[in-house]
C-alpha cells in the first residue's frame, strides 16, 4: 500500500512512500525524525493498515504521543501493535504483511551491532518488503553510531529524510534534505521547517543557507 505524505509542503516534493519501500528518517537529537515517523505511520492507521511500531519506549508512552499529535483520538488497539525493546538483532519475528513497520529509534537498538550486522538486518528487511509489500520506516539518531554503520543503513534504504537543526542569531533553523528518494530523485537544498512537538510546518519559500 502507497502511504500518503501529510504533511504540508513536505507532500509537494515527497507525495507519498510507495509500498515495499524502506525510508530513513534522520536527526541529531531533534525529535523531528520520530515525529516524522509517527506522522506516516497515523496516515497507515486512518488508511486501516496494520503497524507495527518497535520502540525503546513503554506502549502506554508511545500511545499517548500517537494521540497527542493527532486530531482526533482514535481506537488504535486493533491495528497499532507496539513492541518494546531494548535492542534488535532481527526484525523478522515481527514483519506484517502488507502493512507497515517502523522503528524508534533503530540506531539506539542496534548500537551494539558492528556495520557488517547492520547490513545484514538491512537486506533482511528489502527482502520482507519484497516478499510481504511490508513498508519500512526507521528514525536513526545522526552522530551516534560509527559512521560506516550510518552509511550502510542509508545505503540500502529507498529513501532518506534529513532534518538539520543550526543556532544563528535569530534563534534555533531547522531544514531538511532529502539525498535520495524512492522514485530517484533527491532534493539537493535544504528546505526550512518548523516544528513544536506536535506540528511540522514546511516553507518552500525560505532557503537556510
Not at 547490513?119 to 526507521?138: E, F, P, Q, S, W
Not at 528518494?181 to 532557503?207: A, C, E, S
Request: net charge negative; charged share 30%; proline share 4%.
Amino acid at each position: 500500500m502507497d502511504i500518503p505524505i501529510e504533511v504540508p509542503g513536505l507532500d509537494t516534493l515527497i507525495p507519498q512512500i510507495e509500498g515495499g519501500r524502506i525510508v530513513v528518517s534522520e536527526s541529531g537529537p531533534d525529535p523531528a525524525k520520530s515525529f516524522f515517523i509517527r506522522r506516516v505511520c497515523r496516515t497507515a492507521l486512518r488508511l486501516q493498515s496494520s503497524v507495527s511500531f518497535v520502540t525503546s519506549r513503554g506502549e502506554s508512552e508511545v500511545e499517548g504521543l500517537f494521540r497527542a499529535e493527532g486530531e482526533s483520538t482514535p481506537n488504535y488497539s486493533e491495528t497499532l501493535h507496539v513492541t518494546e525493546r531494548d535492542a534488535i538483532h532481527d526484525l523478522e519475528d515481527i514483519a506484517v504483511a502488507d502493512g507497515v513497520l517502523a522503528v524508534d529509534s533503530f540506531t539506539l537498538l542496534t548500537l551494539d551491532l558492528a556495520s557488517v550486522e547492520i547490513a545484514r538486518i538491512m537486506r533482511g528487511l528489502r527482502a520482507l518488503c519484497r516478499d510481504k509489500g511490508m513498508t519500512v520506516l526507521l528514525a536513526t539518531d545522526r552522530g551516534v553510531q560509527q559512521s560506516s554503520a550510518e552509511a550502510v543503513t542509508n545505503y540500502l534504504s529507498d529513501g532518506v529524510v534529513q532534518f538539520h537543526a543550526k543556532e544563528g542569531p535569530e534563534g534555533i533553523s531547522r531544514f531538511l534534505r532529502i539525498p535520495k528518494w524512492t522514485d530517484g530523485k533527491f532534493v539537493d537544498r535544504n528546505v526550512y521547517y518548523d516544528f513544536d512537538g506536535k506540528r511540522m510546518v514546511i516553507d518552500l519559500r525560505r532557503r537556510v543557507i
